[in-house]
Every structure is written in structure tokens, then in C-alpha cells.
């Protein structure tokens, strides 16, 4: 197969303007989710994080960055992240959106290397993280 982007999202667990900080659930395991391809199921340990510093995006406009990783987590579960945002206009917009639930959702853009089509569902078993973005509408309202 060859290497497609595909982005994917779940909603914010914490917005911090004080701080700086935007924190979430970034990919949820095993939990299908609608994507830029349609039904995707990331499994667990599917996703490579070349650099823990990647870029926070606003809607995965690459000339619209918001602010970079500065804390990345993986469980059970999904993978988890913090992200300081910059003090910058578009940030300070981003936070409060954010706060407020205008912008609630985190998406990753990640490079798929290997999938396996399953009936609807594309389940992911090899891919590389490229950003990840503050979207308006995530694809999973279950992640908390």
C-alpha cells in the first residue's frame, strides 16, 4: 500500500489560557472514528512520533501553526497530549475558542505505511505521525 495522509480526531479534555495549554486525547485505540478516508480503527502501537516536538495546527493548515508538543503519552488506551500555544493572536484565538468550546477537537494528519481494509473499516497498523491539529468538529464524540 502506498503511504496516504489521513487525519483523525477526538475532542479536548483541557484548555488552560493562564498556562498555555491545550491537552487531549489525540488517538484513541481500537475505538472507530470517521476520517478523511472514511471508518478507520487506530491499533494499539500503529502510530510512530518521529519527534516529540511536532506542531500544533489550526485545521491542519500547515501556515497556521498554533504552538508545538510539549508532553506525549501513550496507554492502554490512546495517545495523550499537552501543547503550549504560541502568544501570538491566532494563539490567543485558539485558546479561547478552545476554552469555550468553539474549537474542541485535536485531529492528527499521520503518513499510513501499512492498513488492512476489514468490511467498512480501515484499521491502521503502521503510520507515522506528521501534526496534529484544534479542530471544530472532532471525528469521535465518545473520547474523554
Same mark, same amino acid.
Given at each position: 500500500?502506498?503511504?496516504?495522509?489521513? =487525519?483523525?480526531?477526538?475532542?479536548?479534555?483541557?484548555?488552560? =489560557?493562564?498556562?498555555?495549554?491545550?491537552?487531549?486525547?489525540?488517538?484513541?485505540?481500537?475505538?472507530?472514528?470517521?476520517?478523511?478516508?472514511?471508518?478507520?480503527?487506530?491499533?494499539?502501537?500503529?502510530?510512530?512520533?518521529?519527534?516529540?516536538?511536532?506542531?500544533?495546527?489550526?485545521?491542519?493548515?500547515?501556515?497556521?501553526?498554533?504552538?508545538?508538543?510539549?508532553?506525549?503519552?501513550? =496507554?492502554?488506551?490512546?495517545?495523550?497530549?499537552?501543547?503550549?500555544?504560541? $502568544?501570538?493572536?491566532?494563539?490567543?484565538?485558539?485558546?479561547?475558542?478552545?476554552?469555550?468550546?468553539?474549537?474542541?477537537?485535536?485531529?492528527?494528519?499521520?503518513?499510513?505505511?501499512?492498513?488492512?481494509?476489514?468490511?467498512? =473499516?480501515?484499521?491502521?497498523?503502521?503510520?507515522?505521525?506528521? $501534526?496534529?491539529?484544534?479542530?471544530?468538529?472532532?471525528?469521535?464524540?465518545?473520547?474523554?
Amino acid at each position: 500500500m502506498d503511504p496516504k495522509l489521513l =487525519t483523525f480526531s477526538g475532542t479536548i479534555e483541557a484548555s488552560d =489560557t493562564t498556562r498555555r495549554v491545550i491537552a487531549g486525547k489525540i488517538v484513541p485505540f481500537n475505538e472507530p472514528g470517521f476520517t478523511s478516508v472514511g471508518k478507520v480503527v487506530f491499533e494499539r502501537g500503529s502510530i510512530a512520533i518521529p519527534n516529540e516536538r511536532f506542531k500544533l495546527l489550526l485545521e491542519h493548515d500547515p501556515k497556521s501553526p498554533l504552538g508545538r508538543a510539549i508532553n506525549v503519552q501513550e =496507554t492502554e488506551s490512546g495517545i495523550y497530549a499537552q501543547f503550549k500555544v504560541s $502568544e501570538t493572536p491566532r494563539g490567543n484565538d485558539a485558546l479561547i475558542e478552545a476554552s469555550e468550546s468553539l474549537r474542541d477537537g485535536l485531529s492528527v494528519g499521520v503518513l499510513v505505511h501499512k492498513s488492512v481494509d476489514r468490511g467498512d =473499516t480501515l484499521f491502521l497498523q503502521s503510520a507515522e505521525l506528521q $501534526e496534529v491539529s484544534l479542530v471544530h468538529t472532532p471525528a469521535l464524540v465518545s473520547v474523554s
